[in-house]
């Protein structure tokens, strides 16, 4: 039993898809780092003012990393376009690596 050249076991999802997904999880990513942040701002008393501007620049400052590092992170998830063999005519399109 001979399959096509376009046959496989697992279908390739859309990209589209899957761009607007990974885009979604760094936002939900920042989100989640700042909820965590403001939770340990509101349970720092309010006499240690340092404290709670550290933790609030460390929020800000961390989920604009986290955001950037993402970001360029993503299109590593994305698949690579498939490569097109070229049909062998010719000897000279067969090339032979020496070791």
């Known amino acids: 039993m001979q399959r096509s050249p376009e046959f ?3 279908t390739c999802p859309q990209v589209w898809f899957i761009e607007g997904m990974i885009t979604a ?3 939900l990513l920042c989100t989640l780092w ?3 942040c403001a939770r340990f701002y ?3 008393s309010p006499e240690n003012v340092g404290q709670r501007r550290m933790i609030a620049i460390g929020g800000g400052i961390g989920a ?3 955001y ?10 994305k698949e690579p376009p498939p490569e097109t063999a070229r049909p062998i005519e010719t000897i000279e399109d067969v090339r032979v690596i020496s070791r």
């Not at 950037?68 to 998830?77: D, E, H, N, Q, R």
Request: without cysteine; aromatic residues 4%.
């Open 8 to 10: 496989r076991l697992v």
């Open 25 to 27: 999880a760094i936002l």
């Open 34 to 36: 700042l909820l965590l």
């Open 42 to 44: 509101v349970v720092i």
């Open 64 to 66: 604009g990393l986290l």
């Open 68 to 77: 950037v590092l993402g970001s360029m992170l993503a299109p590593l998830f």
